[in-house]
């Protein structure tokens, strides 16, 4: 059952203000005074509802959906305003470092996207041409994908090098 704020309000000034009440819903001192223990019990469950609340609108906002070009293209009028993580291939000659924020265009086999990258952290030395990126961020309305985060897949020669290894 779901209580508006306005009744949890009434519910609260109720409870501090027993005096009021005749007969009070909280145990009350010889004096007619809310005892000590039950304001600590009250202030702390009122902490603990704002943590909660705060821990749950936190997490939904970390979510992110893990796509790639293509689904994306697909899924575009569903995910406004969602949190993405969108992979595809770095075009050739489409990095743009000239500009203050970093431009270049992922794609997968069938579509392509434009990509602004708007975060504040090292970009990966693998993320080059050709290279396999991930970019988490959100898109804008002119349609272009404002990448907070980059991360740029090891190429597949690491791999090789990595079995040749393991094999001998």
């Known amino acids: 059952m779901f209580i508006a704020c306005q009744d949890w309000c009434i519910i609260f000034i109720l409870l501090i203000n027993a005096d009021a009440v ?4 909280i145990p009350v001192n010889r004096s007619g005074k809310m005892a000590a223990n039950t304001k600590f019990i ?3 469950a009122i902490i603990v509802a704002a943590l909660a609340w705060l ?17 994306f293209s697909a899924m575009k009028d569903d ?7 969108l992979a595809g291939d770095v075009i050739a000659g489409s990095i743009d470092r000239s500009k203050p924020q970093m431009e270049f265009v992922i794609a997968s086999p069938k579509t392509s ?6 975060g ?3 970009i990966p030395d693998t993320f080059k041409d050709g290279s396999k990126a991930l970019v988490e961020g959100k898109l804008d309305a ?10 740029a897949k090891c190429a597949s020669k690491y791999e090789a090098e990595y079995d040749d290894r393991t094999v001998s």
């Open 79 to 85: 995910l406004d305003g969602k949190t993405l993580k």
């Open 55 to 71: 821990g749950f609108v936190g997490f939904q906002e970390s979510k992110s959906y893990y796509i790639t070009v293509d689904e």
């Open 113 to 118: 996207i434009k990509v602004r990258y708007t």
């Open 42 to 44: 009250i202030g702390g």
């Open 142 to 151: 002119d349609g272009v994908f404002n990448a907070r985060h980059i991360e």
């Open 120 to 122: 504040s952290g090292i």
């Open 22 to 25: 005749r007969e009070p819903l």
